[in-house]
């Protein structure tokens, strides 16, 4: 009777995971994993939650509790995966690359290793290391939708969208209608300047989970990229970015930060000097245009939930 309870509380976790509540779900896999404690995919299934929540230490704790236990194959290498993502995101690096290892070493014919060992590399910057691993999880299973994610992000880390759009075009011919597929595309779709379908996309996540930070983001950029007062900083921002190197990209941005620091001290205006007034005007100015840029984008956010919540209700 307990392990139908505990199954049970499972999938109300994992409908909570789909549906973008996090928190619903921890408590319903803590629920599981309190009736019935040597339930492997309980244990698993919370260390992930805590995990997506950022509690990195308890995720490793869990971890290592799971791979106390007598687990299948696949479990271990999951259990594997969570102790080394959990290291990753603590910084230990070394450690993180020495349990991916292991987890390869382990099990050769999962994909999600080899994924993982080439995030793992990337975070070490081992860029063609971690290219051939996660070309090697492709190879293993082409029509796997988290290592054609996986891979797609890799490669929109090295600037290098057009292949990335490809591989996320896979995955949705693959799974279309999977929440992270959707995030994915609707990113892609904005990277690549189709911002009503970026728009779209996100708007069909958030009618699903209105809370999702992902799709917000997204639409939060696509109503930034629509809005009279930020549109030409954006096409001037795409137009640098299709054409600069990473390394252009970074020492422009150090560049510009350098000169608007500099422009602040320059016209910092002395409230007992009526002479600055020029620099008080610019200031004003400035706080002004920000003001009425950041209050346009929200309510332009603001009309949209408000749509996806009248979806919802009728």
């Known amino acids: 009777m307990s392990e139908r309870t505990a199954t049970g509380l499972i ?5 909570a995971n789909e549906a973008g509540d996090p928190a619903g779900a921890l408590k319903a896999f803590q629920a599981a994993l309190a009736i019935a404690p040597e339930n492997s995919e309980a244990l698993l299934l919370l260390a992930t939650a805590e995990y997506d929540l950022n509690h990195y230490a308890e ?15 696949p479990r271990r290498s999951w259990a594997m995966r969570l102790a080394a993502v959990a290291a990753l995101a603590r910084n230990q690096t070394g450690k993180s690359f ?11 014919l999962d994909p999600a290793n080899h994924c993982l060992l080439g995030r793992v590399l990337w975070q070490q910057r081992k860029t063609k290391k ?16 988290p290592s054609l994610l996986g891979f797609a992000r890799f490669l929109v880390a090295l600037t290098r969208y057009r292949e990335a759009h490809e591989l996320i075009g896979r995955a949705a011919a693959i799974a279309p209608d999977q929440t992270d597929v959707l995030i994915a595309r609707a990113q ?33 950029k696509v109503r930034s990229r629509q809005n009279w007062f930020t549109a030409p900083f954006w096409w001037a921002f795409s137009w640098w970015t299709a054409r600069a190197s990473p390394w252009g990209r970074k020492v422009s941005f150090v560049g510009f930060l350098t000169v608007l620091v500099a422009l602040m001290i ?12 020029p620099a008080e005007v610019v200031y ?14 929200v309510l332009l956010l603001w009309r949209e939930r408000r749509r996806v919540r009248l979806r919802q209700d009728y």
């Open 11 to 15: 999938l109300r976790g994992r409908a």
């Open 59 to 73: 995720t490793a704790r869990l971890a290592g509790a799971a791979m106390a236990l007598d687990l299948s194959r």
């Open 98 to 108: 020495e349990i991916a290892h292991e987890a390869v070493a382990f099990d050769p």
């Open 130 to 145: 971690a290219e051939a691993a996660y070309r090697e999880a492709l190879r293993l299973a082409p029509e796997d939708v």
């Open 188 to 220: 892609s779709a904005f990277r690549m300047d189709h911002i009503a379908e970026a728009r779209d996309l996100a708007l069909w996540v958030l009618a699903r989970a209105a809370t999702n930070p992902e799709a917000l983001m997204v639409l939060a």
């Open 266 to 277: 320059a016209l910092d205006p002395t409230p007992d000097d009526n002479s600055n007034w």
């Open 284 to 297: 004003g100015t400035l706080v002004a245009y920000c003001a009425a840029a950041g209050g346009h984008v």
